[in-house]
């Protein structure tokens, strides 16, 4: 059974960082993505960053050059590095995977419970 767990969401002023943490258990597939999508009360689900097993990221027009994403070496934990956040980056983030070989799948298959940001003075 995949398991995706988030953590690290909180309450930062504007300029602040943030890093979030995403941990998958329970997969021994050696292809897979793993990505980072946020989403405020109604508005859709936005792609905000991925990377592939092989090490492939996409970032969204969200990261806009602010967000990072970055993998330990054992390969299950993906971070997602915010700084110079806004209040617009307010949002429930949500951690995904799903395993295929296409580097930018479509669709994934296990999701994490979120975590909440909220950048506010």
């Known amino acids: 059974q995949v398991q995706v767990v988030e953590s690290g969401g909180g309450l930062v002023q504007p300029g602040g960082s943030l890093r979030l943490s995403c941990v998958v258990s329970?997969?021994?597939?050696?292809?897979?993505?793993l990505g980072w999508f946020r989403q405020t009360p109604g508005k859709e689900r936005e792609f905000v960053a991925s990377?592939?097993?092989?090490?492939?990221?996409y970032y969204g027009d969200s990261a806009n050059g602010r967000f990072s994403v970055a993998r330990d070496n054992g390969k299950t934990t993906l971070y997602l590095q915010m700084n110079k956040l806004e209040p617009e980056d307010t949002a429930v983030y949500y951690c995904a995977f799903t395993v295929t070989v296409y580097a930018r799948p479509t669709k994934y298959d296990y999701w994490g419970q979120g975590t909440q940001v909220t950048v506010s003075p």
């Open positions: 329970g997969s021994t597939s050696r292809n897979y993505v």
């Open positions: 990377m592939s097993a092989g090490g492939s990221i």
